[in-house]
């Protein structure tokens, strides 16, 4: 009996320092799990042959297909005004693969970075565990790292989103996470190899499905499923082998929301910007806004 309760002790000691957690006030799910596809465009998504596993979070969820990138349209300008609730004049990231802004950012956070929803969750939620993956390394420079529990950057011979996703497939089942992106960049470099809309584009959408599907599974696995939100969206899409420039082709991306307290079979009425994505997230864990944001959550997405 003794031996018993010193193992009793043991375990709830060991339990004090895994990371867990627990949902916050006000919070719509327990998890949000956001997959982030570099160059997906919402033009032509109707002829995507085989993604299933999008197309039935359109019906279930909640959707747009003309969220507005920020100029110029291209990567690490997007990624950081969707993470950074922010336009590119605020941000200051200007370039594709901007490391540091160019132009001093509109506001800081302590760590001289402008405000991304990863340091807002960690400044008002200080235990909620968050992750992220990416095979790009830009995407470390626009999310301030030092604000996320599990930061990994994995990447195959090739632009395998198979092989990018994995870590976090893996880290979604161990930590169950509040929040997690799992970014992957194989249909960006499918785009710029092949040409948007391509056969080699649309055959790498239908495996980024199919890693969803993975992803949506490893919740079903853990046992969350019933608690998380899941977002699929995107930075860009893209013209001929190219983005950067002003066309709708490559301005407008989709927003599919599903999960815990979101409307079913919607299509969103209100115009959606690129940074009204952080601005959206922050809504879902009820936080309060940055005053340097100026992204506005999409609050009719929600039951
Ligand atoms: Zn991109």
């Not at 960006?188 to 599974?217: C, F, P, T």
């Amino acid at each position: 009996m003794k031996q018993q309760s010193a193992s009793n002790w043991l375990i709830w000691v060991l339990m004090m320092f895994i990371p867990m957690s627990t949902m916050g006030k006000g919070w719509k799910a327990k998890h949000v799990v956001m997959i982030g596809i570099d160059g997906w465009a919402s033009h032509d998504f109707d002829k995507a042959p085989d993604v299933p596993n999008i197309r039935w979070m359109i019906e279930n969820g909640s959707s747009t297909f003309s969220k507005r990138a920020v100029l110029p349209s291209a990567s690490a300008i997007n990624w950081a005004s969707l993470f950074m609730g922010g336009c590119t004049e605020m941000t200051g990231y200007t370039k594709w693969n901007s490391k540091t802004p160019e132009i001093p950012s509109f506001g800081t956070n302590s760590r001289g970075i402008f405000p991304t929803i990863y340091s807002v969750i960690r400044e008002q939620c200080p235990k909620a565990v968050t992750g992220l993956t990416f095979d790009w390394d830009g995407i470390g420079f626009v999310t301030d790292t030092a604000a996320i529990n599990f930061v990994k950057y994995e990447r195959g011979e090739q632009d395998e989103p198979e092989v990018a996703a994995r870590p976090g497939i893996e880290y979604l089942k161990q930590a169950k996470p509040a929040f997690m992106t799992i970014y992957v960049g194989g249909l960006d470099a499918a785009g710029h190899g092949k040409g948007w809309y391509s056969n080699e584009y649309y055959s790498m959408l239908s495996r980024i499905d199919k890693v969803i599907g993975d992803i949506v599974q490893a919740t079903k696995d853990s046992g969350i499923y019933e608690d998380c939100i899941f977002i699929v969206t995107s930075d860009h899409g893209g013209i001929g082998t190219g983005h950067g420039g002003i066309t709708l082709e490559e301005l407008e991306t989709p927003f599919v929301v599903y999960g815990k307290n979101i409307r079913k079979g919607y299509r969103m009425k209100e115009g959606m910007m690129q940074f009204d994505t952080a601005a959206t997230i922050a809504e879902m864990f009820g936080l309060k806004r940055p005053t340097c944001w100026r992204g506005v959550p999409m609050k009719e997405i929600f039951k």
